[in-house]
């Protein structure tokens, strides 16, 4: 039962998705049937509902505008293979590292950029082809307003109604598909001029195409290369989104990597039958829970329920309005603007707002695939920023000259130590990246006088990248040249990994790295000629340093 309400939800979502999409409305019904039944079949989602979805619109459009149905075909394929080689690799864990700003921004441009796209249709405005730049729409639309057409608004408006206020009567049957088959009536019985999906399109191809390969030369593929990838990133992100959704409702846990191999098999196959790009779809996964869906028999289900709907009343597909579909979208649309949480966005911090507004902006004003690429960029490097702000906080300590040192509660304090003249201490604090090493040339060079011997603490250290062993390493360079010599003191396992695999460690010699302080204490005191000295106790607190004899 699931199965076959989450069809008739399908139906006209499909339809709407495709012609959205600048493509014929029976490529998203053959969609939601293929990719849908098989991301069912092999995904790691039990409750997963796959199929055509809002968030792809932009991006689909905008491949057909520059590269043509085949085009889209051999860019869905080539995205499949990509979203199977990523499950393959097991990235699917990596995907959740995607700055949630990122995942805000273009989504609520997608949405913004479907409300817009559907404005001509709701209004039945008579104007020729909308342009596809969202300044150019606007002004176009604005140029036309005096054409709206009262019939179409009429329509849209009472499909709008019913799609709002039928949850309110019966919540059992979708609202969009008694919103599609009472508007359709009514055009039908008074005979309303307006502009339908047959008048439009044409005759609906209600029987499923038999496979084929995409009609594209070896020379358009590198051209599609960046489509494709945008194509699988977006898929993977949306269906892992719905994944964890689903997750939630059904206090399930979903397999991400078998999930983006299926994702990626149906994207591979869908072109074959005229498919368009496909993922997992957040409301329909719901709405498959809400009806007691658990296994993936009801998404399976609903694939098989639109492919007897589209074989047996395909044909009167061709009936549905316009203005129906455009009042289905912008309903999706507000679905997906999350204007709640965006602007809830607008009180974190202000590189996250900045990540936001940019890939918002990007999304609308420029393309998708650039947004995604300069958002994630963009979010990396203040992200970067970030950590090494927190990092310069108090990354090189001196010890001795650092208030927030607890005297009284810490027995490895080196305020507790002895510790001879000519010996400098310094503690690094928190991981030790590329910020991190600039702050120690700066800390280190503001030394009036070169130490005898200077110890590194590393005990709140626990990474060291490629950086960090640069700056040590030339640390040691100038050290010896100055006649210091350098310990490293409580070096965690990861630090001493990355030091022996750089070869870092063998340059510093075993006998210079230490598990603790108190052992670089006595071998700074074994190099400046002085005799060791027994660990201080937790109950005997010693001088600071030991004063100059003689």
Excluded: C
Excluded at 10 to 31: K, Y
Excluded at 153 to 162: F, P
Excluded at 387 to 411: K, R
């Amino acid at each position: 039962m699931a199965g076959v309400i989450v069809g008739i939800v399908a139906l006209p979502l499909a339809i709407a998705f495709a012609i959205a999409s600048g493509v014929t409305p029976e490529r998203g019904l053959f969609t939601a049937i293929v990719a849908g039944f098989l991301i069912s079949a092999l995904g790691g989602s039990r409750v997963q509902i796959g199929g055509p979805t809002g968030a792809f619109v932009v991006i689909v459009y905008a491949i057909v505008q520059r590269h043509g149905v085949e085009g889209l075909a051999a860019a869905t394929m080539m995205a499949g293979v990509i979203l199977v080689i990523f499950g393959v690799v097991r990235l699917g864990g990596a995907i959740k590292f995607i700055p949630y700003p990122v995942t805000i921004g273009f989504t609520s441009g997608i949405a913004l950029i479907i409300f817009s796209s559907q404005v001509k249709d709701f209004l039945g405005l008579r104007m020729g082809a909308v342009p596809a730049d969202f300044v150019g729409k606007w002004q176009a639309i604005g140029a036309h307003l005096d054409t709206v057409d009262p019939w179409a608004l009429l329509v849209g408006l009472t499909a709008l109604a019913i799609i709002v206020g039928w949850p309110l009567v019966n919540r059992r049957v979708p609202s969009p598909f008694v919103a599609l088959i009472a508007t359709t009536a009514m055009v039908q019985l008074l005979h309303f001029p307006v502009e339908t999906i047959g008048s439009r399109f044409g005759a609906i191809n209600a029987a499923l195409p038999a496979p084929a390969l995409p009609a594209v030369t070896p020379q358009q593929l590198p051209g599609l290369l960046a489509p494709a990838f945008t194509i699988a990133l977006l898929g993977a992100i949306e269906s892992l989104l719905s994944a964890v959704v689903a997750d939630g409702m059904i206090g399930g846990r979903h397999r991400s990597n078998m999930e983006l191999v299926a994702q990626g098999v149906a994207n591979i196959v869908a072109p074959l039958f005229g498919g368009i790009p496909a993922t997992g779809a957040i409301a329909r996964t719901a709405t498959n829970v809400k009806n007691g869906g658990r296994t993936p028999v009801a998404g399976m289900v609903h694939a098989v329920t639109l492919l007897l709907i589209t074989l047996f009343f395909g044909r009167w597909a061709g009936l549905i309005p316009m203005a129906t579909l455009a009042a289905i979208l912008l309903v999706v649309a507000y679905g997906m603007s999350e204007w709640r949480t965006f602007k809830a966005e607008f009180r974190a911090p202000k590189s996250d707002v900045v990540v936001l507004l940019t890939t918002f902006l990007l999304t609308v004003l420029v393309d998708l695939t650039v947004a995604i690429e300069v958002g994630m960029v963009l979010a990396a490097f203040l992200f970067m920023r970030r950590m090494a702000e927190v990092v310069n906080i108090n990354v090189l300590t001196h010890e001795f000259h650092d208030p927030t040192d607890d005297f009284e509660n810490d027995p490895n304090a080196v305020r507790r130590r002895v510790v001879p003249p000519g010996v400098e201490v310094f503690e690094i604090t928190g991981p030790f990246f590329f910020g991190a090493a600039e702050t120690l040339r700066d800390r280190l060079g503001a030394i009036a006088a070169h130490p005898k011997v200077l110890i590194i603490r590393l005990r709140h250290v626990p990474a060291i990248d490629s950086t960090g062993l640069h700056a040590l390493r030339e640390l040691v360079k100038r050290s010896r040249r100055e006649g210091t010599l350098v310990l490293l003191a409580d070096v965690h396992a990861q630090p001493v990994v990355a030091l022996e695999r750089s070869g870092l460690y063998d340059e510093l010699g075993e006998e210079n790295v230490h598990g603790n302080i108190d052992d670089a204490l006595n071998r700074a005191r074994a190099h400046l000629g002085l005799p060791p000295l027994p660990r201080p106790g937790f109950a005997t607190p010693t001088v600071a340093r030991e004063k100059e004899k003689g």
